[in-house]
């Protein structure tokens, strides 16, 4: 059986029989992962308490092909996030990001930039107060990175952008569609939310800007709220499901 070794974010963890663990991983090199670790809760020494949620560590694991978990055979810690497991306030935001991770990504698919962002935003979410921006933030790195980006420079219907819409009254976001609609053509679709351009601009811009420069991002009060009444349902409606720990969230 071919050994490998990757960075892994535990995603998921569930006590299984008398010993072993069944984990639910999200790493660099392979994507989600499940895997079996036997004798996890016995065995200090292969695993060091490494197997909780949240923690950063690199794997070793193997794989038979064709099989459905892989076996953990050993970890080694990166970075615990102690504070987050210490502050409920946190433990909602962290739980969030692990959930929206879980559902979106596909096992055994490699996304590496959608592993380091969530390292970035575990490590931000450790370090600092977390605030609103982030979970929206978020939402909108992930929508765009699991191939789920709205459309939102446009209108989807007549394809007028932001500048020819600049002076219509009215502009609404089909969750049918997942894209800007314009009052003209607003009257052919229902499901339609109101949504000013400044947002949908600025949903637009967070979706490609860089790391750093969205740590300094804040959101006006106005778009705070309108990309709350967005990004998770439209979440929810990409994916066909209510997420639990958005409930816990609220
Ligand atoms: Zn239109």
Known sequence: MPLYATHAIVTRSLNYGESDKIITFFTRDFGK??????????SK????????????????????????LVRAESGDLLHLFPNIREDLKKIYYGNYY??????????????????DLLLSFLTDLDTEA?????????EIRMLSLFGYRPN???????????????????????????????GKCSKNGGGLVP??????????????ME?????????TSQALAE?????????????GKELKSLKALK
């Open 211 to 219: 790391l750093a420069k969205l740590r300094r991002l804040r959101f």
């Open 33 to 42: 992962l499940k895997g079996i670790a036997k004798g996890a809760r016995r």
């Open 130 to 138: 977390p605030e609103e921006e982030q979970l929206r933030m978020f």
């Open 45 to 68: 020494k292969r695993f060091q308490n490494v197997l909780g949620l949240f923690s950063h560590l690199r794997l070793i694991f193997f794989d038979r092909e064709g099989m459905g």
């Open 195 to 208: 949504l000013s351009l400044g947002t949908a601009r600025l949903i637009d811009q967070v979706s490609q």
């Open 227 to 239: 990309s709350r009444g967005l990004l998770p349902r439209f979440i929810s409606h990409q994916l």
């Open 98 to 115: 692990l959930e929206l991770i879980n559902e979106m990504a596909g096992e055994r698919e490699a996304n590496p930039e959608a592993f």
């Open 152 to 182: 939102l420079t446009r209108c989807g219907l007549c394809k007028r952008d932001w500048t020819e819409l600049k002076d219509v009254p009215s502009v609404f976001f089909s969750f049918e569609k997942g894209t800007l609609v314009c």
